[in-house]
C-alpha cells in the first residue's frame, strides 16, 4: 500500500505541475494557507482529480482538510478509489 501511495503522490504532484501549474514544495506543504490553492485552483483541482482518477467528489466530501496538501489529497484519492472498487 505505500508503494502504491507513493506512486499515486508522484501522480497527484504531477497533476499539480502540469494541469494547475503548481510547483509544490514538499508533501507536506498547507496550500490553502500558503495561497497556493485558492478557490478557483481548488474547482480545477477538484474536477482534474474526477477526470484523472475516476473518482466522484460529493458535497460531504468538500473539506477542506481533504485537500490541504499532497499528502491529504493522496489520502482522500486512495479511499475514495478502494471505496468505489467496492462498490
Known sequence: MI????????????????????????????LIETGLLDSLSLVELLAQLEVTFNVSISLDDLD?????????????????NSVEAMA
Not at 4 to 17: C, G, H, K, W
Open 3 to 30: 508503494i502504491e501511495n507513493s506512486a499515486l503522490q508522484q501522480q497527484i504532484n504531477a497533476l499539480f505541475v502540469e494541469k494547475l501549474n503548481l510547483d509544490v514544495p514538499s508533501v507536506e506543504t498547507d
Open 64 to 80: 477542506l482538510d481533504n485537500f490541504r496538501s499532497l499528502e491529504s489529497v493522496t489520502r482522500f484519492v486512495a479511499y475514495h
